[in-house]
């Protein structure tokens, strides 16, 4: 059984192991316009702001074709968030919702996607929009957004913390 410590009111730690699964390689940096967490959007499409994703020189020829897309999905790593919380408390929300409910930042692999729309490029500089991170956000990767297949217009979310979690 992991160690679980209650942390704010409403959310859960676990104690994570000492050493994890994998390793991972940043492609980049992402810039935008925002240094505080409050000032970020909570998703892609509360801003039109326009953000760069840079990618190092070093994986530049991996971004060869990329502008056959209008849309991409971006992978990127939430550097400034909690990697502990199991349970947590949206701020609008009743009660406590596990982690993998929601798409809050705080997350054991702190691992972040948008879909965005692709507005230009310059060597290994991507003009986006649709982004939600803090400046200089590491980048992971980068993949070509398929409507025909990544889209499900069916899709339904109860909405995050409308309903408290069991108690158990
Ligand atoms: C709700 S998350 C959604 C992220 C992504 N669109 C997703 O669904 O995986 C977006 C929030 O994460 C926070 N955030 C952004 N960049 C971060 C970073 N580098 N480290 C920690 N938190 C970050 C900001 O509060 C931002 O509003």
Redesign the pocket.
């Known amino acids: 059984m992991a160690d679980v410590v209650e942390r704010r009111d409403g959310e859960t730690a676990i104690t994570l192991p000492g050493r994890p699964d994998a390793e991972l390689y940043f492609i980049g940096r992402i810039r935008t316009p925002?240094s505080r967490?409050?000032d970020?959007?909570?998703?892609?499409l509360q801003t039109d702001a326009t953000c760069i994703v840079e990618v190092d020189p070093l994986f530049a020829l991996a971004l060869q074709n990329v502008e056959g897309a209008t849309h991409l999905i971006v992978l990127?790593?939430?550097?400034?968030?909690a990697r502990d919380l199991v349970l947590q408390k949206p701020r609008h929300a009743e009660g406590s919702r596990g982690t993998f409910s929601l798409?809050?930042?705080?997350r054991p692999n702190?691992?972040?996607?948008?879909v965005v729309e692709l507005r230009g490029r310059e060597g290994n500089l991507l003009t986006v929009h649709g982004l939600?991170?803090?400046d200089?956000?590491?980048l992971l990767d980068i993949k070509p957004y398929f409507s025909s297949t990544d889209s499900r217009p069916e899709a339904r979310v109860e909405r995050a913390g409308l309903k408290p979690a069991p108690s158990s």
Not at 40 to 44: E, L, R
Not at 103 to 106: E, G, I, K, N
């Open positions: 925002w967490r409050e970020c959007p909570k998703n892609g990127y790593w939430m550097d400034r968030a798409r809050s930042p705080a702190p691992i972040a996607l948008s939600d991170c803090l200089n956000t590491p």
